[in-house]
């Protein structure tokens, strides 16, 4: 048999095997079962990791904010004691107001011209640690 009379099967004869043949015999089919549900658990578990760290970055913003608002609702009303609006110790009704916002007074300090600076921190603490607060209150500088 010459060399063209010869059948020719795959691509042998170019360097190439024939693909490998499944189960079911037929060529070209690879043992891939499976592979399509690890990739799409993969792609779940990184798109639950990002939500969840979306939600803690999240989370800790409201909670600066909580801490931010309770620093001025205090200052306010120490503002207010301060400058005898209402009955009270500055300090003492600052750290009355923070405590009703869920949060304490860190540092309360009477400046001059009738100012108040007020340092507050959240009670309730996130993973990244307690939010806080400053904020000052009082006539214009």
Request: net charge positive.
């Given at each position: 048999?010459?060399?063209?009379?010869?059948?020719?099967r795959?691509?042998?004869?170019?360097g190439?095997?024939?693909?490998?043949?499944a189960e079911n015999?037929?060529?070209g089919?690879?043992h891939?079962?499976?592979?399509?549900t690890?990739?799409a658990?993969?792609l779940?578990?990184?798109v639950?990791?990002?939500?969840?760290?979306?939600?803690?970055?999240a989370?800790?913003?409201v909670?600066?904010?909580r801490?931010?608002?309770?620093?001025?609702?205090?200052a306010?009303?120490?503002a207010?004691?301060?400058?005898?609006?209402s009955?009270?110790?500055?300090?003492?009704?600052?750290?009355d107001v923070?405590?009703?916002?869920g949060?304490?007074?860190?540092s309360?300090?009477?400046?001059g011209r009738?100012?108040v600076?007020v340092?507050?921190e959240?009670l309730?603490?996130?993973?990244?640690?307690?939010?806080?607060g400053h904020?000052?209150a009082g006539?214009p500088?």
């Amino acid at each position: 048999m010459s060399a063209q009379a010869r059948p020719r099967r795959g691509n042998v004869e170019a360097g190439r095997p024939d693909p490998p043949a499944a189960e079911n015999g037929h060529p070209g089919q690879v043992h891939e079962r499976g592979s399509g549900t690890v990739l799409a658990a993969g792609l779940g578990m990184v798109v639950m990791v990002t939500m969840a760290l979306m939600l803690l970055l999240a989370q800790s913003a409201v909670m600066a904010s909580r801490a931010a608002a309770a620093a001025d609702l205090a200052a306010l009303a120490a503002a207010d004691a301060l400058r005898g609006i209402s009955q009270g110790v500055p300090c003492t009704v600052a750290a009355d107001v923070a405590g009703r916002q869920g949060a304490k007074i860190t540092s309360c300090t009477e400046g001059g011209r009738d100012t108040v600076e007020v340092r507050t921190e959240l009670l309730n603490r996130s993973i990244f640690g307690a939010a806080t607060g400053h904020a000052r209150a009082g006539p214009p500088p």
